[in-house]
T-cell receptor
């Protein structure tokens, strides 16, 4: 079974630009979550999508947005990039949201560098 | 707001020794996770603990959960170099997000 895939793996952008990251969950998984990892703030939750609906949202500004498609693939978008957005962005998928099956499987991440 | 604290933040230990990483969390949780992360890599799931008293073991790693004390431990037995990595605990409640600890950077010295 293929794991979670994220594209692109590495990205360099300039301040003020926008960026879109993509995540393909494990086949059959309907929940996709996004996390930002930085040396200073650690791992922080961005948002979660389930069946094309945003179910949870972290404490990030509105410049961070996401969506999920009918095939469970998800994208996140960051507009008006700032230097502080440089981070590893991790996507995780899980089968559903039931108590016994809420293990999250993480993708390899997208390393975003803002210059 | 759920807060998760890990200690120590950094741990340097000799091969063959035993040590324990601690994870405390501030409010009720019904799932506790342990992950491993190698430099520049993603998170690898190690254990999911669901109930009070749960204990899981894989190789030289053993995780336990005490929900009354809101404490989980990750015990390393007879450490080997391959265990060098950063270890994270994370907790969630119901269908809420995962809240991660700060991570423990473990270095095994030959």
């Amino acid at each position: 079974k293929a794991g979670v895939t994220q594209t692109p793996r590495y990205l360099i952008k300039t301040r003020g630009q926008q960026v879109t990251l993509s995540c393909s969950p494990i086949s059959g998984h309907r929940s996709v979550s996004w996390y930002q990892q930085t040396p200073g703030q650690g791992l922080q939750f961005l948002f979660e999508y389930f069946s094309e609906t945003q179910r949870n949202k972290g404490n990030f500004p509105g410049r961070f947005s996401g969506r999920q498609f009918s095939n469970s693939r998800s994208e996140m978008n960051v507009s008006t990039l700032e230097l502080g957005d440089s981070a590893l962005y991790l996507c995780a998928s899980s089968p559903d949201r039931g108590l016994l099956s809420y293990e999250q499987y993480f993708g390899p991440g997208t390393r975003l560098t803002v210059t | 707001e759920l807060k998760v604290e890990q200690n120590p933040l950094f741990l340097s230990m000799q091969e063959g020794k035993n040590y324990t990483i601690y994870c405390n969390y501030s409010t009720t949780s019904d799932r506790l996770y342990w992950y491993r992360q190698d430099p520049g890599k993603s998170l690898e799931s190690l254990f999911v603990l669901l109930s009070n008293g749960a204990v899981k073991q894989e190789g030289r790693l053993m995780a336990s959960l005490d929900t009354k004390a809101r404490l989980s431990t990750l015990h390393i037995t007879a450490a080997v170099h391959d265990l060098s990595a950063t270890y994270f605990c994370a907790v969630s409640f119901g269908n809420e997000k995962l809240t991660f600890g700060t991570g423990t950077r473990l270095t095994i010295i030959p």
